[in-house]
């Protein structure tokens, strides 16, 4: 148990069962009472935040979380395959766990695990990756009805909106949090 005096960002604090992550977290020593710490957490699993507010030298349990480099290496139906980057061990991550990031995986990619007693909590990308456009329709000259974009199929079998002008075998930026088009890569 560590006292309210140890929060600090990135810390993560097991509360009523569930793993948050503080994303922010402010002293406050007002004129009158007592000092009492407020936080903003996000929950580890789920990404659900929260404002949470602790008295001053409250305990809190303070949670060891691991995180790792690893490299994608195959889907093998149930679950994505990783290799730790250190010691070349494997792990198999449930597609539950992974969520929407398997839309951006390519083979050999460096993502970060958070690893919890060896559970896997979640998978990190960069912020954005380049993937190639395997089917996208011809862009037709002077049509704007679609506020000149259109749909494209990128090499993971994700769909992406993105300008008329690209055509299919175009490398293009991705933003992984959003699923944005960010630009051509030549």
């Given at each position: 148990?560590?006292?309210?005096?140890d929060?600090?960002?990135?810390?993560?604090?097991?509360?009523?069962?569930?793993?948050?992550?503080?994303v922010?977290?402010?002293?406050?020593?007002?004129?009158?009472?007592?000092?009492f710490?407020?936080?903003?957490l996000?929950?580890?699993?789920?990404?659900?935040?929260?404002d949470?507010?602790?008295?001053?030298?409250?305990?809190?349990?303070?949670?060891?979380?691991d995180?790792?480099?690893?490299?994608?290496?195959?889907?093998?139906?149930?679950?994505?395959?990783?290799?730790d980057a250190t010691?070349?061990?494997?792990?198999t991550?449930?597609?539950a766990?992974?969520?929407?990031?398997k839309?951006?995986?390519?083979?050999?990619?460096?993502?970060?695990?958070?690893?919890?007693?060896?559970?896997?909590?979640?998978?990190?990308?960069?912020?954005s990756?380049?993937?190639e456009?395997?089917?996208?329709?011809?862009?037709?000259?002077?049509?704007?009805?679609?506020?000149?974009?259109?749909?494209?199929t990128?090499?993971?079998?994700?769909?992406?909106q993105?300008?008329?002008?690209?055509?299919?075998?175009?490398?293009?930026?991705v933003?992984?949090r959003t699923?944005?088009?960010?630009?051509?890569?030549?």
């Open positions: 148990m560590a006292s309210t005096a929060i600090r960002n990135g810390v993560v604090l097991n509360l009523d069962g569930q793993l948050w992550s503080v922010e977290f402010q002293h406050v020593k007002p004129g009158k009472g007592g000092a710490v407020r936080t903003k996000k929950n580890v699993v789920t990404g659900r935040t929260n949470k507010t602790f008295n001053a030298g409250s305990k809190v349990e303070i949670e060891n979380v995180r790792r480099d690893f490299t994608y290496l195959y889907s093998d139906g149930d679950g994505f395959v990783f290799m010691d070349y061990d494997q792990i991550v449930p597609a766990v992974v969520g929407d990031a839309n951006f995986l390519l083979e050999n990619q460096q993502v970060t695990i958070a690893l919890h007693d060896g559970n896997p909590l979640y998978v990190e990308l960069p912020a990756v380049v993937l456009i395997t089917y996208t329709e011809p862009g037709l000259q002077g049509d704007r009805s679609s506020a000149g974009t259109k749909a494209a990128v090499e993971t079998g994700y769909e992406i993105v300008p008329l002008f690209l055509e299919t075998g175009t490398k293009v930026k933003d992984t699923g944005d088009y960010l630009g051509r890569v030549n």
